[in-house]
Structure formats: C-alpha cells, structure tokens
C-alpha cells in the first residue's frame, strides 16, 4: 500500500538533479489522496522515466508539473480508451512545456525501441518501461499532446481497498534474480542509494552502502567478510567508477563490478570512454533489469 505523494515528494531532489537547472519543477500534490497498491520501485521507475521524457521534450528552459489526484473512470470512459476499466482511481499527471508530439508519433509512443531521437541518444525503452509497469501495478496511462505545445501523460492506479489477491509470475525468473551474496552500493544521490538498497536487500542480498568513493574505500578495506559485487555510480565527486573499481580492486582482486548512469558515454577510467556494455546498467532502470543484470555479472566465473 502505497501513498503516491509520499512517493513523489521523497523523489524530489532525484527529480530536479535529472531534469537540470533550466527546466521549473512544480509539484501540486492532491488532497485526501486515497492509498493505491503498487511495487514501489516502480512508481519511482515510472515517474523517473516521464521526467526524463519531458526534459529531452524541452529544448530550452521550460516547466515541468507533477500533480496527484482522486477520480473516478466511469463506463464511457473506459470505453474509450484502451486498458482502462471502471472504478475509482489515483491520477499522477507528468506534463511538460515542450516541443509536443504529432498524431502520428504517439501511436507508436509505448511500442519498445521506437524513439523520435537520433542515433546514440536514446534507447526508445522508456516509455515501454512505463507502460509495462503501469500494467503491472493494475493501472493504465494516457497520452495528449500536440505539436508545440508539450504533452500531458497520466497514469492512473487504483484505489487500495483492501487486502487482494496477487497474481501469479514466473517462479523461475524470479529465483534466478535473486541471491545471497553481498553487494557494496555506490551512490552520492541519497534516494537513489535508498532506492536501490531496497531493490538488492528484497532480492535477497546483504547491501553495504556509500554515498562516495571515499566511504566506499573505507568499507572495502573495513568489512571482515566476503564482498561479491561493487555496484557503483559513474559520476562522482571526488573520484568516477572507474577509478573507484580500480582501487577496490586493487584490495579485493575477487570482486565483481558493475557501473550505472544516465549516460552511456560516461567516462569511467583514466579519460578512456566506457566501451564494456556487460558492465553497464543504463538509468533509469526498473527492479527486473537491476536484479537480472547483477545476477548476471555476479554468476560470471
């Protein structure tokens, strides 16, 4: 059960580090919200995705509003738009001033790889992303938008009303995500770092945490017992991943790595670009991805 302006507020700062200085962020939170019932994680994938969207939607500076708010969809409603089902509901609105989306454009919107960017700038994951979390928590999304006047999108999850029954999901890609071992998390973004200890620690995992290179050290050198992974931000004051893996290394050969960051082309090494995509984990990422790709680099032999 989930308060969905407790979740927002808490993503805040997360929020204005990745849309820049340039962009106004209003937030206008709903009164008497009612609770919904979703996967943490992935609302603040979902919100993270839509903020990332209208940031590369706004060419210069522009706003970006986040609103809350009780409805109700009613039967005509729901006739008219697909996935959506009668019953009452919490909308989160993510609208932008940008440069908005022809007709044509948003029928293609959710469909995975499709992307409006050129090479090397985008993925065409993201909204995908989205959607499919969306569906997952029971909610649906819709779009309006028109060329040169930014885009509005709202997903809507239900009410929480109660205890109710989940549904069933592949126990085997469940169990292959999931682990013992013990992972040193780098992040100087507070929730971020909250964010992604939450993830690892209900995968199973014993998480040590760092909010710098220097800390991190500090732990590698430290902790009495075995650590398996270090999972570390690329972009860092002080010192970037690369450097970061390299030094505790250099104190634990044994141990695996893994670099995250909203950029591909981050530089990691010594003024060397990035060019292991198998260690690479793109943000923003959802639950499933995180907990595969780290199963993944942590079964390497």
């Avoid at 009612?34 to 209208?54: E, G, K, M, R, T």
Wanted: glycine share 10%; with cysteine; net charge negative.
């Amino acid at each position: 059960m989930l308060d969905l302006n407790g979740e927002v507020a808490r993503s805040s700062r997360m929020l204005e580090r990745l849309i820049g200085e340039h962009i106004q962020l209003e937030w206008h939170p709903g009164d008497g919200l009612w609770p919904v019932f979703a996967d943490a994680s992935q609302v603040d994938q979902i919100i993270a995705n839509l903020c990332v969207n209208a940031k590369d939607a706004i060419a210069d500076v522009g706003t970006l509003r986040i609103a809350t708010e009780n409805c109700v969809i009613d039967d005509e409603f729901a006739a008219a738009h697909a996935d959506a089902e009668p019953g009452r509901y919490v909308r989160l609105s993510v609208s932008d001033t940008g440069h908005g989306m022809s007709n044509d454009v948003m029928a293609h919107i959710f469909e995975p790889f499709f992307t409006t960017k050129g090479v090397g700038e985008g993925t065409g994951l993201g909204l995908a992303t989205v959607y499919g979390a969306v569906r997952q928590n029971h909610g649906f999304i819709t779009v309006s938008s028109r060329v040169g006047q930014g885009s509005v999108f709202e997903i809507h999850l239900p009410q929480y009303e109660g205890a109710r029954n989940v549904e069933s999901v592949d126990h085997a890609d469940v169990v292959s995500a999931r682990g013992h071992e013990t992972i040193l998390v780098v992040e100087d973004e507070a929730s971020l770092l909250r964010l992604t200890t939450r993830v690892l620690e209900h995968s199973g995992y014993a998480v040590l945490t760092a909010s710098s290179p220097a800390t991190a050290l500090d732990l590698a050198k430290a902790h009495a017992g075995d650590i398996h992974l270090l999972l570390t931000d690329v972009v860092m004051p002080g010192m970037n991943g690369g450097r970061l893996a390299s030094a505790v290394r250099a104190h634990r050969p044994n141990i695996q790595w893994l670099y995250m960051s909203g950029y591909a082309s981050d530089v990691v090494g010594d003024g060397e670009p990035f060019d292991d995509a198998t260690r690479f984990i793109g943000k923003p990422f959802s639950t499933a991805a995180l907990t595969a790709k780290v199963r993944e680099v942590l079964d390497r032999v």
